[in-house]
């Protein structure tokens, strides 16, 4: 069994930069793709940026240059640093492997406002 802890959000200005973790429990953690998500209110969630489990990426359209995955397979962590953020970046982020078959965690709030 899996669980996954997200923790990094929090309230920051259009423009600014935050860096969110994943800290995952298990020992398959290393040899899976892992992904970052996240739903707005009222929207379905959706995938933000994936890695491989030997580190290639890929990135939703939409944050694309800003937004940047990273893992650390022996702290079974992944991160994602996000840059110049915006309004619409303002969801609930949560990680998970991009397989399914695993629960959700409680995910990190990220709001951006002014």
């Known amino acids: 069994q899996v669980h996954f802890v997200e923790s990094g959000g929090g309230l920051v200005q259009p423009g600014g930069s935050l860096r969110l973790s994943c800290a995952a429990s298990g020992s398959i953690f290393s040899t899976y793709t892992m992904g970052w998500y996240r739903q707005a209110p009222g929207k379905q969630r959706e995938s933000v940026a994936v890695?491989?489990?030997?580190?290639?990426?890929n990135y939703a359209v939409s944050v694309k240059g800003r937004f940047t995955i990273s893992r650390d397979n022996a702290k079974n962590t992944v991160y994602l640093q996000m840059n110049s953020l915006k309004p619409e970046d303002t969801a609930v982020y949560y990680c998970n492997f991009p397989r399914g078959g695993y629960a959700w965690g409680q995910g990190t709030q990220v709001t951006v406002s002014s």
């Open positions: 890695i491989t489990s030997s580190g290639t990426t």
